[in-house]
């Protein structure tokens, strides 16, 4: 029994800290592809000819997707676990707004997981030429596919998802973590919810922008 105890737990911790290290990707995404606003497709074309060539790049992609795979094969792992328990289930059984997140954390990641895979097919694979396209012009790539309204529909739906994902994800890291604080709680929560809001808003301006003022 400890030793499944023993083993959920360090799961836990491996998975928020491979989430951690997600939630660091996304603002540094979001500020390249901020540069698709641009009317000039140099620097957007630039940033990611340096970001798919740069040696330290490469391994922080490769320790990226690492923790990707990491992050949801335990999250899946550990989510079929809990169900298993049932109906003894969670220790505390409280029903609080953070069990009420966390209830849906594994639809709201399965949607972010489905929503991935499309991204990869619309942009990563061309970069490791799995899909044909011109990985020297996402530029072009980009502002293509968010010219088509169904695309904008998808993208824009799983953004409000990954809000809901980032909020309580932020949060309860630092709880698997055990940096709980009477002081820096509330204030980790309040990063969380800032973070759950203006990242995918900013990725949402993007696709709305070359959608519609384009
Ligand atoms: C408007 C929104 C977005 C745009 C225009 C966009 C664009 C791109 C582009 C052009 C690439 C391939 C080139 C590159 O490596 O820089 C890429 C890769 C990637 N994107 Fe996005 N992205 C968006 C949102 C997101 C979101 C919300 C996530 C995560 C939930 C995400 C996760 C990834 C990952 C994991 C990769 C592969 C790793 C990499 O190549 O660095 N993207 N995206």
New binding site residues.
């Given amino acids: 029994m400890n030793k499944v105890l023993f083993s959920s737990i360090s799961k836990k911790i491996v998975m928020a800290l491979a989430g951690l290290f997600?939630l660091t990707?996304?603002p540094v995404?979001?500020i390249?592809?901020l540069m698709?606003l641009k009317n000039d497709p140099l620097p957007f074309n630039e940033?990611?000819h340096f970001?798919?060539t740069f040696p330290l790049v490469k391994i922080m992609?490769i320790v990226?997707?690492g923790a990707?795979l990491v992050h949801i094969s335990w999250g899946i792992f550990l989510q079929i676990q809990n169900w298993l328990a049932r109906p003894i289930g969670y220790v505390s059984g409280n029903k609080s707004e953070t069990s009420f997140f966390s209830r849906f954390m594994i639809w709201t990641g399965a949607t972010?997981l489905t929503?991935?895979i499309l991204?990869?097919f619309?942009?990563?694979f061309?970069?490791i030429g799995l899909v044909k396209g011109n990985?020297e012009d996402?530029y072009s790539?980009?502002h293509n596919?968010?010219k088509v309204p169904a695309y904008n529909y998808i993208?824009l739906t799983?953004?409000v998802l990954?809000g809901f994902h980032l909020y309580h994800a932020f949060s309860s890291a630092f709880q698997t973590l055990g940096l709980n604080h009477r002081i820096w709680t509330p204030v980790v929560k309040t990063v969380a919810l800032i973070y759950a809001i203006v990242?995918?808003a900013g990725?949402?301006s993007?696709?709305i922008s070359l959608w519609l003022f384009r």
């Fill in positions: 997600l990707f996304l995404h979001l390249i592809n698709l940033a990611a970001m798919a992609e990226l997707i990707i972010i929503f991935l991204h990869f619309n942009f990563y061309i970069k990985p996402f790539v980009a596919l968010f993208y799983c953004f990954l990242l995918p990725f949402a993007i696709s």
